[in-house]
């Protein structure tokens, strides 16, 4: 006997990342990075994002409290600590939590860096000297996404978000 499926499901959840919007220059200072948002759930601290990054991005070094799975579309990249391995096209990386490496495109590659990322937990981001520049885990990218298309007059974004907690009947 099949079991009972835990929720009722109407249709699939299903996005068509060519039929979304391309959020130009997403990140708060760090230009040269498109992004989309995919999955954004604060309660489990879960985030997929498919970003563009163009010629000469570096992202500040940052530490991560979770994994991360990252497959690289097209373009390449490379941490800056491991020059020697740049992630091309068809490459998946793990990275596993408690890893501190910085994000960067070489400044002659040909074309953007296209990559799907799905991140648990936070980025600690830290500037050159080491000092604490700030947290991005998905309620952070919420609330980004949220300005952006304030900011710039756009509809808002559609990603697939869970249902928050809640109780199962009324309180009393």
Wanted: proline fraction near 10%.
């Amino acid at each position: 006997m099949l079991p009972k499926p835990a929720m009722d499901h109407k249709a699939l959840l299903t996005l068509n990342t060519h039929e979304m919007p391309m959020y130009k220059d997403a990140l708060p200072g760090v230009p040269g990075v498109d992004a989309q948002p995919l999955f954004l759930d604060p309660h489990q601290g879960i985030w997929v994002l498919r970003a563009v990054f163009h010629p000469g991005v570096v992202l500040p070094k940052h530490y991560h409290t979770g994994t991360v799975h990252l497959f690289t579309l097209s373009g390449s990249w490379n941490y800056v600590e491991y020059p020697d391995q740049p992630q091309t096209a068809g490459s998946y990386l793990y990275e596993p939590g408690g890893s501190i490496h910085q994000f960067t495109v070489p400044a002659d590659a040909s074309e953007p860096a296209v990559a799907v990322m799905v991140v648990y937990g936070a980025n600690v981001n830290f500037d050159d000297e080491g000092n604490y520049l700030g947290i991005m885990d998905a309620s952070d990218i919420m609330h980004m996404f949220d300005e952006l298309v304030a900011e710039r007059g756009m509809e808002p974004a559609r990603y697939i978000r869970p249902a928050a907690a809640d109780y199962t009947c009324p309180t009393a």
